[in-house]
C-alpha cells in the first residue's frame, strides 16, 4: 500500500509539473509476490518497456537486485491408528513422524540462526492426528546450487522415512515459486545505478543488499523486465507492528521522480 501510494503521488506531482521532462512513463501494479505467483499473469509485452523498478523495499535507502531463489514443500505423512492400548508393534503415529521428518532437517537453516546470504528451511504449518499429518515448508537459497541441495535435502528425508515405516507413509509435493534475479539484472547494471544515482540526488545513501525475501521484480526479471527493487519505507514486516513513517513515503516518490528525470536526459 505505501508502493501504490508512493507511486501515485510522484505521478501527480509530474501531472501538476508539465514542465518537467520525461520520457514514456509506465505503471502498473498487480498481486504481491506473498503468494508466490504475484507477477506470473503480468503481460511484459503490453507493458512496452526494456525495464522498471518496483517499490516494495523496506527500510529508507535500500536497493536490491538480489533475492533468495524460493520454492515450497508439503509433505503428507500417512500413518495407523490403532486403540493406544493395543498399540505396540501396529500403531504408526503420523504426528510423531511429522516430528521426527522436521528433526530431521538441520537447525541452523532455520530463519531465526540465518542472515545476509545464508538460505533456510521454515516450516510453516503443522496440521494432524495420528492417521495422517501434513507439515509445510518454505524453502530459501540466494545460491542455486544450495537451492538444489535444500530440494534433494528434502527427498533423501522422505525416502529415509518411507524406508524406515513403509513406502507411501510420506508423500512430498515441491514446487519452485521465483528464482534470484540478479543474473537477469545484472546484464543490465545501468538501471542499479542509476536507482543509486536518484537516491543520492535526494540525500540518500543506498544501501545496495540481498533481499532476504521475494520480489515481484525476480519473475519480471525472468519474464524479460529486468526489474531491480526500491525502498518503500516500511518497518517489521509481516508483524503486528508493521509500520511506515511518512517521511520515507515522501523520500521514496522523490526517488522515484528523479529516476524518471535522470532517464530523460
Not at 543474473?183 to 545501468?190: A, F
Not at 526500491?230 to 516518490?253: C, W
Request: charged share 20%; proline share 5%; with cysteine.
Amino acid at each position: 500500500k505505501a508502493g501504490v501510494a508512493e507511486i501515485i503521488t510522484a505521478i501527480e506531482y509530474l501531472q501538476a509539473h508539465p514542465e518537467i521532462e520525461h520520457g514514456k512513463v509506465r505503471i502498473a501494479f498487480n498481486p504481491d509476490e506473498e503468494i508466490g505467483r504475484g507477477a506470473h499473469n503480468f503481460n511484459v509485452p503490453l507493458f512496452g518497456c526494456d525495464w522498471a523498478y518496483t517499490i516494495d523495499g523496506s527500510a529508507e535507502g535500500e536497493l536490491e537486485f538480489e533475492n533468495f531463489n524460493a520454492g515450497s514443500a508439503l509433505f503428507t505423512i500417512n500413518g495407523r491408528n490403532v486403540h493406544p492400548g493395543y498399540a505396540k508393534d501396529k500403531m504408526i503415529n503420523a504426528i510423531i513422524i511429522a516430528m521426527e521428518l522436521n528433526g530431521m532437517l538441520p537447525v541452523q537453516q532455520r530463519p531465526e540462526y540465518t542472515t545476509g546470504y545464508e538460505g533456510f528451511f521454515h516450516v510453516v504449518g503443522i496440521n494432524g492426528a495420528v492417521e495422517q499429518a501434513t507439515i509445510s515448508y518454505i524453502i530459501r537459497d540466494h545460491s542455486m546450487a544450495k537451492f538444489e541441495q535444500k530440494k534433494a535435502l528434502m527427498k533423501e528425508v522422505v525416502a529415509f522415512i518411507n524406508a524406515k515405516y513403509g513406502q507411501g507413509t510420506a508423500i512430498l509435493e515441491m514446487k519452485d515459486q521465483y528464482y534470484n534475479m540478479r543474473e537477469q539484472v545484472e546484464p543490465h547494471y545501468h538501471i542499479v545505478e542509476k536507482a543509486m544515482q536518484a537516491m543520492e540526488m535526494a540525500g540518500i545513501k543506498p544501501q545496495v543488499q540481498p533481499i532476504r525475501g521475494g520480489t515481484d521484480g525476480a519473475n519480471l526479471s525472468f519474464m524479460g523486465l529486468p526489474c531491480p527493487n526500491i525502498f518503500a519505507g516500511g518497518h517489521n514486516f509481516h508483524g503486528k507492528m508493521e509500520y511506515v513513517p511518512l517521511e520515507s513515503m515522501e523520500k521514496a516518490s522523490r526517488v522515484i521522480l528523479n529516476i524518471i528525470s535522470l532517464y530523460a536526459e
